[in-house]
């Protein structure tokens, strides 16, 4: 038996190891050949997104190229200071091109600019000369250009740009660079039959570039590779090549390529070797396991390729998906005569969810909502999480007409009543529209989602529960909106929104009291009421800081006026806010103003559902020796309520009281059951907006001595109130004729 048992196991160990090196030699193989279709697709997309980097420096550029005045100023004579101030300052130091060269309609230097420093001419000359066959490429594209018929005219009013791009290397360096023809700006001007001007951009291959790419398109040890004749010194990277003007290879971009097939050999060769060595059987188990490896593998690639593709909480397309979905409809839009559309999607107060019931309950609701939304959309539509509360849709083959309705089905299916685990709960949400036709594919994806964006926008202001479509007016107003918030963020930071005081007089007209008012006068837009620029500031987050700043103006200028009171008005989001008992300490240690000569004027929205925590900040600003007014007494339908829950001190009757006194007996009535209720409360009472000698007379009568109003005086600067004060703080209204 035992010389038997040698002679089975010669064979068998024979058939085991053979059974190894072949398994071996398979997984090597297959290794192999998942490392090669592996760094295929690596090449296949990093090609793509040098194509769509390149289109984006094209569309970056071309705003400055297709111009009727640009036209016109590179022309003869060619007015080389316009140039520099709209071609080449623009395009080196807002756009970030390294360098800028500007050639006329006999492609003579006639300007550049780089990063640098300002080239010599020499220098220019030496430069633009290697991109003289780019420059060639460009003019022949030129003489194709023709006048087009009055069908296509109709089609695309706006001129398409034409550019040429290429690969060059000047002074040892490696340049992505754009030769650009200098247009009118729409297709129905006649071409011109002389030469135009060309504006070439060049954008450094190196550094940032070359980051900022590998970060999009995640791709490890990126950088450029020049020494064309050691490129297979570079073992184990992938090579791109950068092709010039005539086709020839400066550079080559080189990164690390995946080896999920090396990854997968070093993990299943252990446990392969251990079974095969020491089981006699270890072939069939061996082939049976690393089945199942690979099966699991694979899965394990399925789950992470859907997980790095749609949203974790909601199991929608996530916004990577999202993209390249309308990447892919904006692309097949050259092939289909039909437009497509983008949707975005966002929830009206959301962030209330959150605060009240939880995160838990947001995430529940943000589940349920992407089942709505997914529920009313077709199989070829696209819905997408984008993150938070926002969403969005991607929508193919489909007119004005079938895009409102998709938008109404959305806003349709936020409208339900949702059953929650806290309760019912009721949402809605705005919808921004922009349909995009087959002749303006060239506005890409990320301007497509943009504009949908800004239509969303328009939507919430004009009141929420709505849709719109994009127009260009809506871009245009948006932009003017983003540069009044950069004007207002600068007016605070430099002190250029001023206060200004309106008197409070007694019965005698003497002055008891002053109102701090804050007044925007714009360098070049006059003067922005405060009833713009003062919800611009909460739209755009600078709430808390004009507050303080008119807090801490406010402060400093009550050291001015002793035994006056100063009336500043503090928004309800100051007095929520969890730090605003603290800030106002702060600023009162800073001035050393005297808390008891200060009168804080709050509105029943700054005291409303929060319970505790009003009474808590009301009592520490009565502590602190503050004076309390409920200002706008009698526009909201609880004020009663609050002036017998919270120690008020005076209550202000609202303009809209007032204005009617001496014409409707009504108003009269009211304003008198007010001061009655006010003495009841041994609170004392004045009335706003008062203009005519009139209300004044009536408001005497009825028992209201304290005013305030244009009857008296406008809002005036501080110097005024100090020169008021210096001749006896009295107030003399003008008479007025009585009415016929």
């Known amino acids: 038996m035992t010389a038997l048992s040698r002679k089975l196991s010669a064979p068998l160990a024979m058939i085991a190891l053979a059974s190894v090196g ?51 100023h590179l022309d003869q004579p060619f007015d080389v200071a316009w140039a520099r101030d709209n071609i080449t300052n623009y395009l080196a130091q807002q756009t970030g091109f390294d360098q800028v060269f500007v050639l006329d309609g006999q492609d003579r230097m006639r300007l550049a600019e780089a990063k640098e420093g300002r080239l010599t001419q020499a220098e220019a000359e030496r430069r633009v000369a290697k991109l003289a066959p780019l420059v060639a490429k460009l003019r022949v594209s030129e003489h194709g250009l023709k006048p087009r018929d009055g069908r296509e005219r109709r089609r695309a009013l706006i001129a398409a740009p034409a550019q040429v791009s290429a690969f060059a290397k000047i002074e040892d360096e490696i340049y992505l660079v754009t030769a650009s023809l200098v247009r009118s700006e729409t297709q129905t001007a006649p071409v011109r039959r002389t030469p135009e001007a060309i504006v070439i951009t060049a954008m450094k291959m190196e550094g940032a570039f070359v980051d900022a790419f590998a970060d999009r398109f995640l791709l490890a040890g990126t950088h450029l590779h020049r020494a064309l004749d050691t490129l297979d010194d570079e073992t184990g990277y992938t090579h791109l090549p950068l092709l010039d003007a005539n ?5 080559t971009l080189d990164w690390n390529p995946p080896h999920p097939g090396q990854r997968l050999l070093r993990k299943t060769i252990g446990p392969v070797m251990a079974v095969v060595c020491a089981l006699a059987l270890a072939t069939i188990l061996l082939a049976r396991r690393g089945r199942m490896i690979a099966e699991g593998l ?94 969005g849709v991607v929508a193919a083959d489909i007119d004005p007409n079938g895009a409102a309705i998709l938008a109404e089905r959305l806003l349709n299916a936020l409208c339900g009543p949702m059953e929650m685990s806290f309760g019912v709960h009721f949402v809605s949400g705005s919808v921004g529209v922009v349909l995009v036709s087959p002749d303006q594919a060239h506005i890409g994806a990320a301007e497509a989602a943009r504009r949908a964006d800004v239509a969303l926008y328009r939507a919430k202001s004009e009141g929420r529960g709505r849709y719109c479509f994009f127009e260009d007016a809506m871009d245009a107003a948006l932009k003017a909106r983003r540069a009044l918030e950069e004007d207002l963020r600068a007016a605070l930071r430099d002190g250029a929104v001023r206060l200004d005081y309106q008197p409070q007089v007694d019965a005698g007209d003497r002055v008891i009291g002053v109102e701090a008012l804050a007044r925007w006068s714009h360098p070049t837009r006059g003067e922005i009421p405060p009833d713009a620029f003062i919800p611009l500031a909460e739209d755009c987050g600078l709430s808390q800081e004009m507050g303080r700043y008119v807090l801490r103006r406010a402060l400093r200028d009550s050291l001015r006026w002793r035994g006056l009171q100063v009336g500043i008005n503090v928004s309800a989001r100051q007095m929520k806010r969890a730090g605003f008992i603290d800030e106002l300490a702060e600023l009162i240690r800073e001035t050393g103003a005297n808390p008891r000569q200060l009168a804080l004027e709050i509105t029943e929205s700054a005291l409303l559902g929060d319970g505790e925590g ?60 007010i001061v009655r209720l006010a003495k009841a409360l041994s609170l004392s009472v004045m009335a706003k907006g008062v203009e005519t000698a009139a209300q004044r007379e009536i408001l005497k009568a009825i028992g209201c001595a304290q005013a305030q109003g244009f009857l008296f005086s406008p809002p005036v600067a501080a110097e005024t109130i100090d020169a008021l004060l210096a001749q006896g703080g009295r107030l003399h209204p003008p008479a007025q004729p009585d009415a016929a």
């Not at 086709?247 to 550079?251: F, R, S």
């Not at 009698?634 to 008020?648: E, F, H």
């Open 614 to 673: 009003a009474h808590d900040t009301v009592d520490s600003l009565r502590q602190m020796g503050f004076s309390l007014v409920l200002d706008d007494f009698g526009v909201g339908c609880a004020s009663l309520s609050y002036i017998r829950r919270y120690p008020i001190d005076r209550i202000k009757i609202d303009r809209s009281f007032v204005a009617p006194l001496g014409q409707d007996a009504d108003s009269e009535a009211v304003v008198a059951a």
């Open 22 to 72: 072949l398994l071996l030699s398979v997984m090597i193989i297959l290794a192999g050949q998942i490392d090669q279709e592996a760094q295929q697709h690596d090449r296949d997309l990093v090609e793509r997104g040098l194509v769509a980097t390149i289109r984006d420096v094209e569309h970056a550029v071309a705003p400055q190229v297709i111009w009727d005045e640009a036209v016109d």
């Open 247 to 251: 086709g020839a290879v400066v550079a």
């Open 298 to 391: 694979i899965a394990s690639e399925a789950r992470s390729k859907h997980l790095a593709l749609h949203d974790g909480l909601t199991g929608l397309a996530n916004r990577l998906l999202f993209e390249e979905r309308l990447r892919q409809a904006i692309e097949g839009l050259e092939r289909k005569a039909r437009p497509m559309a983008v949707l975005a999607i966002d929830l009206d107060r959301f962030k209330a969810v959150n605060d009240t019931h939880g995160h838990a309950a947001g995430d529940e609701l943000i589940r349920k909502v992407g089942e709505r939304l997914a529920s009313v959309c077709r199989g070829g539509e696209t819905v997408a999480r984008l993150g938070g509360d926002e969403f």
